[in-house]
């Protein structure tokens, strides 16, 4: 028997008094797992007052995750049933959106950039940017971790990778974090954050052109310059989806790691002992507090049936990385850290064709800065007390405001 369940605003282990999304932003983890418990597919109301159907149990996510019928293209949300923010086609025309064929296309122009090879040809100049950080931060004896280090660090290097100019760069995290935590009370900020993004891609496209260089971004323009394999709105688009998701996924996944790794001395402990521990390290903190809680959403190409419940083609799907992720179903203990796990199969960086094409490059990007930090500092602590930390008002992206600490 296919049920549908009644929506999480009355029923399904949230409070009926609670404001669901406001309760999975306080407190997640214990929000997915009353998720959980009470069943696999939940029908909710989103912030934007549109429903959704929430998808919380491991095998389910996963599953969803990989069903060539949920769509990323926003052509298959039902009319009135998905209220998106409305990027202009320039920007709108990316990987996120697409679903193959031109997922297909567009993924293996990029994935040339994400090779091992690549990647480990990284590591040497990720090292000297770290290092350069913490140089800067020694001498003030404390700093804001994410302003000071979390944050610039990936901003380096994926400017790097796309060929930015280092004068160029200072607006970014701004931007980046204006559209990540968007305020409803001044959408116009949100405006201005795009406009102002579109306008630099632009302007840098055409410089690149004129005086192509060593770095991706001339080799994509190159790609739809002589081999007509991009549109320009899909050539801008990408520019600006690395560079969006290259920041944000990894300034998160290193600051909730420290955190993690500060509310567990013994676990911290570990890592000093034993540096070889570090990249699975990141593994784990992926999984355990990782940087999205919440896949891109998805639409139905036709009803189908997940963990036994029917959704209507067209609605909104949302796959609960972090609830798939602490499912003890599939983790022994998932609530407890533990930098010595050894099982393997988080989604924290997704499943499937749309599995985080930047994964590499992030989970490098980690490994060392926590190696360096915890060099440099032994000593390192946090500078206020733990309830004053805040994290992003954000049910899509997991991460802190900031990260005070003594070293």
């Known amino acids: 028997m296919v049920t549908t369940p009644d929506p999480i605003s009355t029923t399904q282990g949230i409070p009926p008094e609670s404001d669901p999304a406001a309760t999975l932003i306080a407190d997640p983890y214990t929000g997915y797992a009353r998720l959980r418990a009470a069943g696999p597919v939940h029908r909710m109301t989103g912030p934007d007052g549109l429903p959704v159907w929430l998808v919380t149990r491991y095998a389910d996510v996963r599953q969803a995750l990989a069903d060539p019928r949920l769509a990323l293209d926003k052509q298959h949300a039902a009319p009135g049933n998905y209220r998106g923010f409305a990027l202009p086609p320039a920007l709108d025309a990316n990987l996120l959106n697409m679903d193959p064929p031109d997922h297909t296309r567009i993924r293996r122009l990029v994935a040339q950039a994400f090779t091992p090879r690549r990647i480990a040809a990284l590591r040497a100049p990720i090292e000297r940017t770290a290092e350069g950080l913490l140089d800067a931060m020694a001498p003030h004896g404390r700093a804001d971790l994410i302003t000071a280090y979390a944050a610039p660090l990936p901003i380096t290097v994926i400017c790097d990778l796309l060929g930015v100019p280092a004068e160029d760069r200072h607006d970014f995290r701004a931007w980046t974090d204006t559209l990540i935590t968007p305020d409803p ?112 959403r998805r639409f139905p190409r036709e009803d189908v049936v997940i963990g036994g419940v029917t959704v209507p083609a067209g609605e909104t799907v949302l796959c609960a990385l972090a609830s798939a992720n602490r499912d003890p179903e599939q983790f022994a203990e998932p609530d407890r850290l533990d930098v010595h796990r050894r099982e393997s199969g988080h989604l924290a960086l997704g499943h499937g064709i749309h599995y985080c094409l930047g994964a590499p490059l992030a989970r490098l990007e980690t490994s060392v800065a926590l190696t360096a930090l915890l060099r440099r500092f032994p000593a390192l602590a946090l500078d206020v007390p733990e309830s004053q930390l805040r994290h992003r008002p954000s049910l899509r992206a997991r991460g802190l405001l900031e990260l005070p600490v003594r070293f």
Do not use: C, W
Request: aromatic content about 6%; hydrophobic content about 50%.
């Open 185 to 296: 009370a001044r959408p116009q900020d949100a405006r201005a954050a795009v406009a102002a993004m579109l306008a630099f891609f632009t302007a840098l496209i055409d410089r690149k052109r004129a005086e192509p260089g060593d770095d991706l971004l001339s080799d994509l323009i190159a790609v739809r310059d002589a081999e007509d394999r991009l549109s320009e709105d899909e050539l801008t688009s990408l520019a600006f989806l690395i560079l969006f998701a290259g920041y944000e996924n990894t300034v998160h996944l290193i600051g909730n790691a420290v955190l993690a790794l500060l509310r567990h001395p013994d676990q911290l402990a570990a890592l000093r002992a034993d540096e070889s521990l570090v990249p699975a390290a990141v593994e784990e903190f992926a999984r355990y507090d990782g940087p999205a809680p919440l896949a891109i």
